[in-house]
């Protein structure tokens, strides 16, 4: 069983930063790509960020130049280090990665709870 655990979340003053961090556990034996979304109010889930496992990136324009995504592979964490947040970056954000669990074949895609990011002074 796989088990994705998020922290960082927080208010936080427009212009101001914040770092989620997404951390792996379980019988997990290979991570591929992990990624950051998000959804708002009233709104769908949105791809944020992703990186797969040789450091490829990619952002979603909303973020660009703002937000960058890193992973530590050694321990199966990714993170999201946001700069310059915005009122429209408040979301509940969730990771996503795609991981092959002992005693599964194939890779599939396992969720985090998701962790609040409000923006607002």
């Known amino acids: 069983q796989v088990q994705l655990v998020e922290s960082g979340g927080d208010l936080v003053q427009p212009g101001g930063s914040l770092r989620l961090s997404c951390a792996a556990s379980g019988t997990i034996l290979a991570v591929n790509t992990m990624a950051w979304y998000r959804q708002a109010p009233g709104r769908q889930r949105e791809l944020v960020a992703s990186i797969t496992r040789t450091a490829y990136t990619v952002y979603s324009d909303s973020v660009k130049g703002r937000f960058t995504i890193s992973r530590d592979n050694t321990k199966n964490t990714v993170f999201l280090q946001m700069n310059t947040l915005r009122p429209e970056d408040t979301a509940v954000y969730y990771c996503?990665?795609?991981?092959?669990?002992?005693?599964?074949?194939?890779?599939?895609?396992?969720w985090g709870q998701g962790t609040q990011v409000t923006v607002s002074s």
């Open positions: 996503k990665i795609q991981g092959r669990a002992a005693g599964r074949g194939v890779f599939e895609d396992y």
